[in-house]
């Protein structure tokens, strides 16, 4: 909230009359947007994101990445604040290096996701982050887990967050079908993260999808221009 500071003697209807005249944008509290989205399927994950970071109706960045490497195998999906997830995910990223050294190979996802849900548990006043960790591994193959704000971690098959998830719980449980294959779980996440874009004043941008399996990730971006229209 921006506070103002009078000098001695300055009359206070000039002050207030500034106020009338400058846009309730400039004083509001700031908010931020996003969508995330991540789905497993049979032998790996799809992930998804939107590319605006935003403070109220100032957009800061068109094209964030979203979708941030943890390991070869593992990615998680940022929303919330931006410098909390980055730092949060940082955090995990330093942590799992000396995990992997003294382990002598990767971690598994759902190690991943503890480390997560621990950090944004014990900041859980502090900060605003609302994470979902996607990946592969030898044991439990692609795997989804949700961890929103507060701390809470469950896997899913699904899961989405974000401002503009709010748009997609018709949309995914009408859509959504077990047992889908990689092609068709890329273009279910692409279509669902460009209907919360439509919608979502926080959401926008272009979108960013890519799939992880036992080879790595496959990366894509769909620039805004070449988005389908809605009907």
């Keep these: 909230m921006a506070t103002m500071t009078m000098r001695p003697g300055a009359p206070t209807e000039n002050i207030a009359s500034s106020n009338e005249l400058s846009p309730d944008w400039l004083y ?3 908010m931020t947007g996003t969508t995330i989205m991540a789905v497993e399927y049979d032998g790996g994950v ?3 994101a939107d590319t605006r970071t935003s ?3 100032y957009v800061v960045n068109r094209v964030t990445d979203k979708l941030t490497k943890v390991t070869d195998h593992v990615y998680c999906c940022r929303s919330g604040s931006a410098a909390d997830t980055q730092m ?3 955090d995990v990223i330093s942590e799992l290096d000396m995990y992997s050294i003294e382990l002598g190979k990767p971690p598994l996802v759902k190690v991943v996701a503890k480390l997560f849900q621990n950090f944004c548990y014990e900041k ?3 900060v605003s982050a609302g994470i979902i960790v996607a990946g592969w591994d030898e044991r439990d193959g692609g795997q989804v887990y949700s961890i929103p704000l507060g701390g ?4 899913q098959p699904i899961g989405f967050g974000g401002s503009g998830s709010t748009y997609l719980y018709g949309h995914c ?3 959504y079908k077990k047992g889908m294959s990689k092609e068709e779980c890329i273009k279910f996440v692409a279509n669902a993260v460009r209907l919360a874009i439509n919608r979502d004043g926080g959401s926008g941008g272009c979108v960013r999808v890519a799939s992880i399996d036992k080879d790595g990730i496959n990366r894509q971006v769909i620039l805004n221009n070449e988005l389908p229209p809605l009907a």
């Excluded at 809470?152 to 896997?155: D, F, G, L, P, T």
């Design 28 to 30: 509001a509290e700031m």
């Design 46 to 48: 799809v992930i998804g």
């Design 55 to 57: 403070m109220g109706s």
């Design 88 to 90: 949060i995910a940082d």
């Design 124 to 126: 859980r006043d502090e």
């Design 152 to 155: 809470m971690c469950v896997r």
């Design 173 to 175: 449980d009408n859509t």
